[in-house]
C-alpha cells in the first residue's frame, strides 16, 4: 500500500495534518502518491509536476459542496480500503519544434488580439481539413478534458479519441472533429499571432505566420485514484442526490 504521499494544492496544513492522522507519511520528494487537494486544475498541475506518479484528488471543501463520502478524512479511508481503483487516462503528446509536452485536459490554440480573427490550417494523418480556417482558434482535447473548454464550445463531450472544437470561426456553426485516438493532427499558422498553450500550464508560445505544432496521443497516462471525487460536486438534500460534471 502506498505510504509516502505529497501534497499539491490549497490548504496544506489541513491535508497534512489528515493524511498523517489516516497513516501516511508526508513527503516533499518521491512519493508513491500525490494528493491533489483542490479543483481540477490541482490534478493538472500535479500530473506536471509528477508525471505518472499515481494521483488522489480530493475537492476543497470550502470550494464544493460534498457528500460525506467525498470529504477528505472519508476519502483517504477509501483509498486505504482499496475501495478507489486506479484508472488510467489518456493524454495528448504536443509536439513544438524538438520540444514534447503532454496534456492531461487540451491544447488550445486563440488568437493574441481579440480584435484580429486568427488563420490556420489544419490537416489530419496528412489530409487537409480545409484550406484553411478563421476565427478564435481551436481546442483539442482528450476525453477527460472533453468536460472543460471543449465542452463549453460543442457542449459535447467525448468517450473516447481526439476531439477539435472550433471557437468562433467564421464557418460557424462548426462542428466538431471526433478522431480516433491515432490520428496525428497537425496545425499551422497562415496569419497571427496565435497563442499556444496546454492544460493550465501558465506558459504560453507565440506562433506567427508559419509557425505550427502537431497533437497525437501521447503513450504517456495520467494514473488516478477516485474520479468520482474529482468528476463529480455533490448536493445531499433530504434523500435527492444531484450531480454537477466538472
Known sequence: MSSRLLIVGDERAVAAAAAEAAGFEVVRRDP????????D???????????????????????ASLCPSHRLEAVLRRFLDGALPLVELEMLQLALGSARFHALND???RNENPALALRFRISVDGQPVDRETTGDGIVLATPFG???????ITRRRLESGIGIAFNNCTSSPREPLILPDTSIVRVGVTRGPGVLVYDNDPRSVVLREGHGF??????????????????????VRRDEVSFNPH
Open 107 to 109: 491544447v488550445v490554440l
Open 146 to 152: 472533453s468536460t472543460g473548454y471543449f465542452g463549453s
Open 214 to 235: 502537431e497533437v497525437r496521443r501521447s503513450e504517456r497516462r495520467a494514473r488516478v485514484h477516485g474520479l468520482d471525487a474529482l468528476a463529480c460536486q455533490v448536493c
Open 32 to 39: 508513491d502518491l500525490v494528493l491533489c487537494h483542490g479543483g
Open 41 to 63: 486544475g490541482t490534478l493538472l498541475r500535479a500530473e506536471r509536476l509528477q508525471p505518472g506518479v499515481p494521483k488522489l484528488p480530493v475537492r476543497l471543501a470550502r470550494a
